[in-house]
């Protein structure tokens, strides 16, 4: 009797157990973290609310890539590089709308048209090529990209084509794109989309490049003003005021202190602005020096007078900080000057630039305008600004 209490007991005990064990784990997988809990519904929800937005496009970071010549008119319509996109924007002049979206290559830069009108030409400063966009209205591949211009090393694979920002065409044969970071002017074959040859450029940062009749003209970004610091070997107390090995390798192999340092304009220091080349033999053929400091845009009227945009850097003015200690009172506040440089030429000589600051320019229009407003060259009226639609879908390559 008693074992078969005892057995009776432990199977009832075993059973109980058994239960028990199952509903910590039935309870212990609701519990689990890993399992996703059901959407709890609001009563009033909106059923579109509960769709999750679509994930972001993954971009990058503004390069800040230089512009020249971002904008082309051609056939009613505006070619505009979309440098942040990677497109180039296709804008109905008359509408003011965009009528096509064309995928480039990374950081666009520039455009310039053919002369027969059939092809723009895109520089891709980051992405090291130029696009080619269709522009014939009766080509099936009418505003689509058609080839790419780039020129590769075939052993390393790296770029030969670095950085092309300004773009000019010398006929519907010749191209001329310009190789910031190597100092280089490309010429490239249009018909077969090849480097020929490549143009050096004995300064730095080459961008804006223009073709006007048989000529090229070509201006670098940072061209120097002829200053550098007041250091060199026989101290004479104008071009050098300090012994510059002493202070600066012999001694911890740093700018010691106590020597007296000026910033003065030097003879032999370069400065090479304006080089132009005989587009029909890729000669060299005039530099002209002293145009400014950094130069950012160039314009070739039908007389050949040549006018760039730039700022002169006024670092001289009052450079003698170390020996007469000259400061913001010689410099009267102004750093440097915004200036358009306007050079005239005669044959192959170079006239002495004329250089109008902005506020002095402005002011003289002003007077004009007093007496005869015909003679303005630009209206100084405010313009409304005028918003664009929605762009269509992309127009892929």
């Not at 230089?66 to 497109?87: C, E, M, Q, W, Y």
């Not at 009766?138 to 773009?167: C, M, Y």
């Not at 700018?255 to 602005?273: A, M, N």
């Amino acid at each position: 009797m008693i074992t078969r209490i005892c057995n009776t007991f432990n199977k009832r005990h075993l059973i109980v157990i058994l239960l028990g064990y199952t509903a910590y784990l039935v309870y212990s997988f609701n519990q689990s973290p890993d399992k996703p809990k059901p959407p709890t519904k609001q009563p009033h929800q909106n059923a579109a609310a509960q769709t999750p937005k679509p994930p972001t496009a993954i971009g990058y970071p503004s390069l800040m890539s230089p512009h020249a010549k971002p904008i082309a008119l051609h056939g009613g319509r505006v070619f505009v590089v979309n440098t942040p996109s990677d497109t180039v924007d296709v804008i109905d002049a008359k509408s003011r709308k965009v009528v096509a979206r064309i995928d480039v290559g990374i950081d666009p830069v520039s455009l310039a048209v053919r002369p027969d009108g059939k092809e723009v030409w895109v520089a891709n400063h980051v992405s090291d090529s130029v696009s080619v966009i269709d522009t014939d209205p009766a080509s099936p591949t009418h505003l689509h990209v058609i080839a790419t211009v780039q020129d590769l090393n075939p052993q390393t694979k790296a770029t030969r084509f670095d950085e092309p920002v300004g773009i000019a065409f010398a006929g519907n044969e010749k191209a001329y794109v310009a190789l910031s970071s190597e100092n280089k002017i490309a010429v490239v074959n249009v018909a077969t989309r090849k480097i020929t040859k490549r143009l050096t450029i004995t300064a730095q940062d080459p961008r804006a490049i223009v073709v006007r009749g048989d000529r090229l003209y070509v201006i670098p970004f940072e061209s120097n003003n002829k200053t550098q610091l007041s250091g060199g070997y026989k101290i004479d107390g104008k071009l050098v005021t300090f012994n510059a090995h002493e202070h600066s390798i012999a001694n911890n192999n740093v700018l010691s202190l106590g020597h007296k340092t000026d910033i003065v304009k030097h003879p032999r220091v370069p400065d090479r602005d304006l080089y132009i080349f005989d587009t029909k033999t890729d000669r060299l053929i005039k530099t002209v020096n002293t145009l400014g400091t950094l130069l950012y845009g160039l314009a070739v009227d039908s007389k050949g007078r040549v006018f760039i945009a730039q700022t002169d850097a006024r670092n001289e003015v009052n450079g003698r900080a170390g020996t007469k200690k000259h400061g913001l009172k010689e410099l009267q506040n102004r750093a440097f000057l915004n200036q358009i440089t306007r050079v005239e030429f005669d044959g192959n000589n170079a006239g002495n630039p004329n250089s109008s600051n902005s506020n002095r320019y402005r002011r003289a229009i002003q007077n004009k305008a007093k007496h005869s407003p015909r003679h303005l060259p630009f209206k100084l009226a405010r313009t409304t600004p005028h918003c664009l639609s929605p762009p269509p879908a992309r127009t892929s390559s």
